[in-house]
């Protein structure tokens, strides 16, 4: 967590086919040891004036150190009310998580699949933010790039990320670009495709 003491706030903006749809906040509260980040992200998909894909989510993560000792979460998703409840057991040194598409344990290696920390890119597996279901991941390195944001040029390095088990349906793969801003420890870009070409894109950090 160390290297995300210099930050109070990471805005990124929600894209969809290269138009703005939402946002995704990262709120930083430090008091000693203790770590609290919250997570709002809000998005609407409209084709031909009528909404037909809404997600509007709330979380919170909570670390000891280098220690997430819980996470909770709140999404409506089209009408549907999806959660997650997440709590590190100390005796067993596991998580437990009681969520709307997972309950049970999970390895303390899991990363809670939040896009504010680069610890997504070296683990084998993430806990979904909104469900608490259990992704296994691979991540390859692509190559070191040049990006242009908001009218700046960053040196960053390019990821791919994807599921281990490519035989689960499109639609529950993970499938994503990722563009890490190393000097920052700052994953500055994140791009997929499902339903159009999504972006969310750095936009102001403090």
């Known amino acids: 967590m160390a290297h995300y003491n210099k930050f109070n706030k990471i805005e990124m903006e929600i894209l969809r086919d290269g138009e703005v749809i939402g946002y995704n906040y990262y709120f ?30 709330y979380g919170e993560e909570k670390y000891y150190k280098d220690k997430l000792i819980s996470f909770n979460s709140k999404t409506r998703q089209n009408k549907k009310d999806k959660y997650v409840e997440l709590k590190l057991n100390k005796k067993e040194n596991n998580y437990n998580i009681r969520g709307s ?7 303390i290696e899991n990363v809670v699949g939040n896009w504010w920390s680069h610890k997504i890119l070296q683990t084998r597996s993430q806990i979904s933010p909104i469900s608490g279901s259990i992704k296994e991941q691979v991540v390859t390195f692509i190559g070191k790039e040049k990006i242009k944001l908001y009218g700046k040029i960053h040196e960053v390095e390019h990821f791919k990320l994807t599921s281990r088990d490519m035989s ?4 529950k793969r993970l499938n ?13 870009k994140v791009a997929y495709s499902r339903m159009g070409n999504w972006e969310y894109r750095v936009k102001k950090f403090e």
């Not at 609290?36 to 909404?51: D, Y």
């Not at 598409?101 to 390895?107: D, E, H, Q, V, W």
């Not at 994503?176 to 700052?186: G, H, M, P, V």
Request: proline share 2%.
């Open 28 to 57: 930083f509260k430090k008091d000693s040891d203790n770590t609290t980040v919250t997570n709002q992200l809000k998005f609407t998909v409209k084709l031909l004036g009528a909404t037909i894909f809404e997600v509007e989510s």
């Open 101 to 107: 598409s997972y309950i049970g344990s999970a390895s």
């Open 176 to 188: 994503f670009d990722i563009w890490f801003d190393k000097k920052n420890a700052l994953i500055l």
């Open 168 to 171: 689960i349906p499109k639609d």
